[in-house]
């Protein structure tokens, strides 16, 4: 592990002293030294704290010995495009399991996104979330559900609640799924995404809805990512059903009966 090492090139590098940085991550700077010394171990909170001071993920400050590195690529990690990740860095979850040790899927109802955003990493946070079970989801993975705002993501309606499962590797998402992104200024959105993480270093945002228009958003910006796996919603989908249309559909269906009764008499004979 490069932790101790990373963390002090890191820190020369921006040219800040270690009482700076102590202060900056609201730790002793007795702490920080002893991080950096390598006779101290930092905690999930403490290795999030420096991800996000330094826009490096947790996976490569552990992993990468940064020392290693020509001065080209640190520039560009030092610019926020993490090369050597690449969108699949380690994100460590907050989760919560039943009696029964499967886990829970916690319930982000809409006056608790904002908390959500500044405390998605606060086990008490996430520990005080509603939670339910769905048996047929597998348990082989992570689930989270939230509430969304707004008409960006018509037809599906605003207020429904969106199950999401958690995305490890960034990387592997595919262009054109929808998913639900925390992002460090907007917080909680529902979107599409077109993935240009591994070319870029960043992902566009798209609607659904053609008012609204996409926008980009850089992977350093990003703190979870849930793929969309299904909606719940008490509304029904917009449009109207004409007489004429309902008369029209059972018509079609009634022919549509009609030739498979045929096909099944024609292939006994």
Not at 13 to 39: I, P
Not at 230 to 250: F, K, M, Q, R, V
Request: net charge negative.
């Amino acid at each position: 592990m490069y932790f101790n090492s990373n963390i002090k090139l890191m820190r020369k590098r921006r040219g800040r002293t270690q009482d700076e940085v102590a202060f900056a991550l609201n730790m002793k700077r007795s702490t920080l030294s002893g991080y950096e010394n390598g006779v101290a171990q930092p905690g999930i909170q403490q290795l999030i704290a420096y991800s996000e001071y330094f826009g490096i993920s947790v996976d490569t400050l552990i992993k990468i010995d940064l020392s290693k590195l020509r001065e080209s690529e640190l520039r560009q990690l030092e610019s926020g495009f993490d090369v050597f990740i690449k969108g699949s860095k380690l994100r460590i979850l907050t989760t919560t399991v039943d009696s029964s040790n499967n886990e829970n899927i916690e319930l982000v109802h809409e006056k608790a996104k904002a908390g959500y955003t500044r405390g998605f990493a606060d086990p008490e946070f996430v520990r005080n979330l509603p939670v339910f079970q769905l048996p047929f989801l597998s348990p082989e993975r992570k689930y989270r559900t939230f509430q969304i705002s707004g008409d960006s993501m018509l037809p599906i309606p605003e207020g429904a609640w969106i199950t999401g499962e958690f995305v490890q590797d960034w990387s592997n998402l595919k262009t054109g799924e929808a998913c639900i992104v925390l992002t460090l200024d907007e917080g909680i959105v529902f979107k599409v995404i077109e993935n240009l993480i591994v070319k870029e270093g960043k992902v566009n945002l798209i609607s659904l809805n053609p008012s609204y228009k996409p926008y980009e958003l850089s992977v350093v910006e990003i703190r979870e990512i849930w793929r969309f796996i299904h909606y719940i919603s008490d509304e029904l989908p917009s449009g109207e059903i004409s007489p004429a249309n309902l008369a029209n559909t059972l018509n079609q269906l009634k022919q549509d009966v009609a030739l498979i009764k045929e096909r099944i008499v024609t292939n006994e004979e």
